[in-house]
């Protein structure tokens, strides 16, 4: 998605993102100052190629709400209203005690983002559409947070 339609759904990032290519929002109410400052949803971008140039989202973050933890039911879809809707699910692997990786596909995520977004871990272009749902835990049932990204990591 390009990032103007981004923040036209979720409204203006706060001051103090980190970059031009990262947008950070407090969906749950401000908690920037918080001890560390704390951002509920960030928005990577990547520029499209080739041109026209536009900024378009390849990564979004999601956190639990302070002082609460997801199961992986209530993650995978807190995480899944942030994808596209024609998401389709192809399977997951458990990466380390703490992330587990879901792969999914996207026909709508592949019209968007064109062919040179999607990779693997190892940097080769895979299935346009092709996104990955990291679910990171703080504990064997408890997810604090989930990420959909266009590029596997792991």
Not at 57 to 85: H, R
Request: hydrophobic share 40%; proline share 6%; with cysteine.
């Amino acid at each position: 998605m390009d990032i103007s339609a981004f923040l036209a759904a979720y409204g203006k990032p706060l001051a103090g993102s980190e970059s031009k290519k990262r947008y950070n929002f407090s969906i749950y109410g401000d908690r920037t100052h918080d001890d560390p400052p704390v951002y509920d949803l960030t928005a990577t971008v990547a520029w499209s190629s080739p041109a026209p140039y536009t900024s378009l989202v390849v990564a979004l973050w999601l956190s639990a709400p302070k002082g609460i933890m997801w199961d992986e039911t209530t993650a995978i879809n807190q995480c899944l209203a942030l994808a596209p809707a024609d998401a389709v699910y192809k399977g997951q692997k458990k990466i380390s005690d703490q992330i587990i990786e879901r792969i999914y596909e996207s026909p709508a995520l592949a019209k968007q983002l064109g062919e040179t977004l999607f990779s693997d871990q190892k940097g080769h272009l895979v299935k346009p559409g092709t996104f990955y749902m990291l679910l990171e835990k703080h504990s064997e049932k408890q997810i604090f947070a989930c990420t959909d990204q266009t590029d596997e990591f792991f």
